[in-house]
């Protein structure tokens, strides 16, 4: 999000700085709410690293900084701001005890900065690789109204359920996932080492095949001969992939394909539904505008499809429609959570209402995660069996019919 410098008159007299807002007409209205006028304005200028977006970014592994690293390092910032330790003091502590090298040396620098007197959050922003815009929002939220301390509660608390959906997700497909590698693995160990001792066999006898038999056999090899065909394959598609899933427009068509797939597709929908309520609801309880939290939500969510429809509702909540109207436009809400929008509009309780929202979403995730085993399990014995049968037909059919010659021999 920009950063603009200001000059401007308060009550108190002249006055300068820096605040964060998505643009200029933002800047301006959030200087007028505290009570300053503007006379200069500013847009700095700030090299950002390169950052995958999301939450946290997708840079977390390349860079060793997990989510449960800053979930600690919230929780330890809330304790010593609100006993009352200074922020340069307590940045200045957890850098030397903190255990991960990447966040501490980050800290350090944090350190230096804010000894410079930059203000936390615009420090923060130089490195979104590792703090998200949300992050460095509600840190600011938390400086200009001197309330810090609840910012990193805020943060914790919403990095920790955060985590704990991540973990449930993972855990959820765990298994699928290693039943599919050991098909891979065994059509690989079959194809390799185990048919072309069959292939052998038959060429002994010379007997005519069936067609079953002679596609394995061909498949056989073809994995033998050109292995390396196969193996360039793999790793053409997987860059080719990698470099379609992180340009602009992959990122948006990965991101609609996500939500619309089979099975997985209503888990991932419910699961950014419920970040997305979330993260607004925290966004909104903060004191931060409409359009505004929208703005960083859109950068939250981890999904240009979903970012897209966010940022449509920004631009509806600028032209004067209410939230519960946007929504409706969105397209991509459930009637029981529209109903909470439009009783939110009426009762101004909107970051209430999105918590409860929020509930719903996670509870509907976390069904289908019990219920995803028992519906991928089917299609993973279809799997095994069609395996089974095409060895059976390939393999031991002809076997038989070897073994029915030979008696008709004796």
Known sequence: MPMFSYRGYSAAGETSGTLEAPDRQSAVQT?????????????????????????????HFMHH????????????????????????????????????????????????????????????????????????????????????????????????????????VKAAIRYPMIVIIFLALAMVVLNIWVIPVFANLFAKFDAELPIYTRILLAVSHFFRTYWYVLLLS????????????????????WGKWQMRLPIIGPIVTQSLLARFCRSFAVMISSGITLNQALALVAEA??????????????????????????AADANIFSPLVMQMFAVGDETGQVDTLLLEAAGYYEGEVDYALKNLTAKIEPILLVCVAAMVLV???????????????????K
């Not at 505290?34 to 939450?55: C, D, F, Q, W, Y």
């Not at 240009?304 to 519960?324: C, H, P, R, W, Y």
Request: net charge positive.
């Open 65 to 168: 900084v997990k989510i449960e690293d800053l979930v600690m390092f919230c929780r330890q910032m809330y304790s010593l701001t609100k006993a009352g330790i200074p922020l340069l003091r307590a940045i200045g502590g957890l850098s030397n005890t903190i255990t991960n090298p990447v966040l501490r040396d980050e800290l350090k620098q944090i350190g230096r900065d804010l000894a410079g007197g930059m203000p936390m959050a615009y420090s923060l922003r130089k490195r979104p690789d590792i703090f998200s815009p949300l992050f460095i929002a509600l840190i600011n939220v938390g400086e200009n109204t001197g309330e810090l301390e609840g910012s990193f509660k805020q943060i914790a608390e919403y990095l920790s359920l955060d985590m704990e959906t991540r973990k449930r």
């Open 234 to 253: 793999v790793i053409g598609i997987s860059w080719f992939w990698i470099k379609w899933s992180h340009s602009k427009s992959g990122r948006y068509t």
């Open 301 to 326: 969510v981890d999904n240009d499809f979903l970012a897209e429809k966010i940022v449509n509702m920004k631009t509806g909540i600028e032209g004067g429609q209410s939230l519960a109207h946007v």
């Open 31 to 59: 200087l007028s709410s505290r009570g300053i006028m503007p006379v200069s304005l500013t847009e700095e200028a700030v090299k950002e690293k390169s950052s995958g977006g999301g939450l946290l970014g997708n840079l």
């Open 391 to 409: 060895l059976a037909l390939g393999i031991f059919t002809p076997m038989w019919n070897m073994y029915s010659v030979m008696q008709g021999q």
